[in-house]
């Protein structure tokens, strides 16, 4: 069997509190024996679980989420996992191509009864969340802001970090208001593009059928991916050009404006002085 260039999983399942995988060491994964590094995403640690080879490059590793930390259980937060095996540093354990073990969320308790879920991220590698608190992700970049004069909506769009829509994800621009909290939601549409998973996303600024345009205040934008049960939320990044408008809602001047880059993506609406 000719050897995948990156390790990947083949089988995932839980037993009890404790994780096992298997897969294959990937090209580079001669030498040492391997092991299995929990990276915390939100936070500078590491931990350390021993796995062994099974057979002509192949490896298997059991997780006690009750143990794995020095002997004690596993830390609340979100645990990457990684392969160490060779002289390379370590690489993200997921899955060839989208394929390989199907594990949709599944949610264990610990003897403490702290819930512990492992699951496929967005992106693809293998995670196990402890105490199932919400995980922001990385920002992304808004590529670009149009303004549809025909509809009167200010469009968003951009590019995530994603081949293909390999598997079932859904996508939507929330808009956080920045002094009450206020939240104001619109559907994300997802397509394949040229290698990359595009996202276009329309906020009506003078009407709209289901619910009222976007208010008046000073809105932060981020993209919530969902898949599998699951939920990511990613910050968005402005584009270089900013758009302004002024535009009327029952014959009342309104004028909106949005921030540029380097800045997190914010939409201002506020009443045109006279």
Not at 40 to 64: H, M, N, T, W
Not at 184 to 203: F, M, T
Not at 237 to 265: I, N
């Amino acid at each position: 069997m000719e050897e995948p260039a990156e390790p990947i999983l083949t089988d995932v399942r839980w037993s009890g509190s404790v994780l096992r995988v298997e897969g294959r060491l990937g090209s580079g994964g001669a030498g040492d024996e391997p092991s299995i590094v929990l990276r915390e995403r939100d936070g500078d640690r590491r931990l350390r679980v021993p796995a062994a080879r099974a057979g002509a490059g192949a490896f298997s590793a059991e997780i006690d989420t009750a143990a794995a930390a020095g002997g004690g259980p596993l830390p609340t937060g979100l645990w990457e996992l990684e392969l160490a095996a060779g002289d390379g540093p370590p690489r993200p354990l997921g899955r060839a191509g989208g394929t390989g073990p199907d594990l949709d969320p599944q949610r264990r308790f610990r003897p403490d009864d702290t819930a512990v879920t492992a699951y496929f991220s967005v992106y693809g590698p293998l995670a196990i969340d402890v105490g199932g608190a919400a995980h922001p992700g990385d920002p992304v970049q808004a590529d670009e802001l149009a303004w549809n004069g025909h509809d009167e909506e200010l469009v968003v769009t951009g590019r995530l970090a994603l081949e293909s829509l390999a598997r079932p994800l859904s996508a939507t621009l929330t808009l956080c208001e920045r002094r009450t909290r206020r939240v104001y939601e619109v559907i994300a549409a997802l397509q394949d593009a040229g290698g990359r998973v595009r996202y276009a996303a329309a906020v009506p600024m003078t009407r709209a059928f289901v619910d009222d345009p976007l208010p008046r205040g000073s809105w932060e934008a981020f993209l919530v991916l969902g898949f599998s049960g699951m939920h990511r939320e990613l910050r968005l990044m402005a584009p270089d050009r900013p758009v302004g408008r002024r535009v009327r809602r029952r014959l009342v001047p309104v004028r909106f404006g949005t921030t540029r880059a380097p800045e997190p993506l914010t939409i201002t609406v506020g009443r045109e002085r006279s």
